[in-house]
């Protein structure tokens, strides 16, 4: 099959008729240039080139169309009466929260990896038996390095009320 000489016969065709259907000359030549591009991976088996590049450049088109509408209902949806998110915090509290974060981060990296890994892979939801494969250690040990590092991490960060600065 010859694919530059069916892009000659057929792509100005193949254009006009998507550029009328959608309206929209950048669509229309993205579909042509998909058919094109689907062509020469995988050539047709049927012995009408041109009927199979129409009906692959409309099919490509209408996929566009479907996404293009389920992205435009979700974001034009009447807000009101849908939940979309949560509201954005106050100044201040997003302030505290960042200074949470950073205490937090701060005692963390106080700790040994050993013990960082532990406490991050459990708040991960990791059994105890899967901490111990990870860390290599035993399953009745990994409870006691839990407490010890959590422990630690109390120790280094401050407690409710004091300045996080």
């Given amino acids: 099959m010859d694919v530059a000489k069916l892009y ?9 008729y998507l550029f009328r259907l959608t309206g929209d000359g ?13 062509m020469l991976a995988r050539p047709p088996r049927d012995e009408n080139p041109k009927a199979w590049l129409f009906t692959v450049a409309t099919n490509h088109i209408r996929k566009l169309a479907n996404r293009t509408k389920r992205r435009l209902t979700l974001l034009s949806a009447d807000r009101a009466t849908r939940q979309v998110g949560d509201a954005p915090p106050a100044p201040d509290a997003a302030a505290h929260a960042g200074q949470v974060r950073a205490a937090v981060r701060v005692a963390l990296d ?15 939801g990791f059994a105890h038996r899967e901490i ?6 035993t399953t009745g040990s990994v409870g ?9 991490l109390a120790e280094r960060l401050p407690l409710d009320g004091e300045d996080m600065s």
């Avoid at 000659?8 to 006009?16: N, T, V």
């Avoid at 950048?26 to 689907?38: N, T």
């Avoid at 111990?132 to 250690?137: E, L, P, Q, V, Y």
């Fill in 144 to 152: 006691t390095m839990i407490a010890r590092a959590l422990d630690k």
């Fill in 26 to 38: 950048d669509l229309a030549a993205d579909a042509v240039q998909e058919a094109f591009a689907r």
């Fill in 110 to 124: 106080a700790l040994s990896d050993r013990e960082r890994t532990v406490l991050l892979m459990r708040e991960e």
């Fill in 8 to 16: 000659d016969e057929h792509h100005a065709a193949l254009f006009r």
């Fill in 132 to 137: 111990a494969d990870a860390i290599g250690t």
